[in-house]
């Protein structure tokens, strides 16, 4: 889901990325403009065969044949947590659990980022969904204060909560959320063995039909790093054969779903 895009907008699109393709000229198709600007995070769930997406504090869907967003009746609102009242305007990540189909999304703060539920149906947050909080407050990344979550997935395996946590875009680590309590283990921090280089603005996140943990950098980063699909080592938090996207910049969001290529 990028922004900035050959419709020479701000206006987020969906791209259907190709990833056995790593020509830049051919391994995307563009399914549409959504009519939205704040789309940072979506995902596909297997249960009803819709794409969700989240456009600032708006859940919504995305047609999967014209890219167009739905808002859903309700917005994801404001509640209560350990911090008070919270409004959920900027959430930044969004996954469904795979288990029991419930759909959990990050909340970007100036302090810690935090974590809610989302009711998919009517598109607000799920009151008292933490023991009676609505909200529970993500850790930062231990000596690093790195507290801004780009997106979360839960493992097609397992259920482990993944996310991507960084500094403004900057010292990007990959964590695991316990999805309880808040509290995070730190995997390690991005970076390309190839280019030898640390991985940062690591947008999207998402595992794939094929188990693979997939990401996608923006636009503010190395220029030999932004804009491309990368397969991330879960274990090490390695990232490799990086594909380059040349049809729009700032890739914020990516999932896997059963989509039709357009004629």
């Not at 309700?74 to 969004?94: E, H, N, T, V």
């Not at 493992?155 to 509290?183: C, E, F, Q």
């Not at 190395?222 to 910049?249: F, M, Y």
Request: with cysteine.
């Amino acid at each position: 889901m990028p922004q900035q895009t050959l419709y020479n907008t701000y206006e987020n699109i969906l791209m259907l990325v190709h990833p056995e393709v790593f020509n830049p000229n051919t391994n995307e198709t563009v399914i549409g403009p959504t009519g939205a600007t704040g789309i940072e995070a979506m995902d596909y769930n297997g249960e009803d065969g819709l794409l969700y997406g989240i456009n600032y504090g708006q859940l919504g869907t995305i047609d999967l044949v014209t890219g167009v967003f739905t808002p859903k009746e309700q917005p994801i609102g404001a509640g209560y947590g350990s911090l008070g009242y919270r409004s959920f305007r900027d959430c930044d990540g969004m996954s469904f659990r795979h288990s029991d189909g419930v759909l959990f999304a990050s909340v970007r703060k100036g302090e810690n980022d935090l974590l809610i539920q989302v009711d998919h149906i009517t598109g607000a947050h799920i009151a008292g969904a933490f023991g009676g909080d609505d909200y529970i407050v993500i850790e930062e990344v231990p000596d690093s204060g790195d507290d801004d979550i780009d997106d979360i997935a839960f493992d097609t395996a397992d259920d482990t909560l993944y996310a991507t946590a960084n500094d403004a875009g900057r010292h990007d680590h990959l964590i695991t959320i316990n999805p309880v309590d808040g509290s995070i283990e730190e995997i390690a921090e991005l970076y390309c063995p190839l280019a030898q280089l640390a991985v940062q603005d690591m947008e999207g996140l998402g595992f794939g039909c094929d188990g693979i943990l997939w990401g996608t950098t923006g636009r503010y980063t190395d220029p030999q790093l932004a804009n491309r699909l990368w397969e991330i080592n879960k274990d090490t938090g390695h990232v490799c054969n990086p594909r380059r996207l040349g049809k729009a910049s700032d890739y914020e969001a990516v999932t896997c779903g059963k989509f039709r290529i357009p004629p």
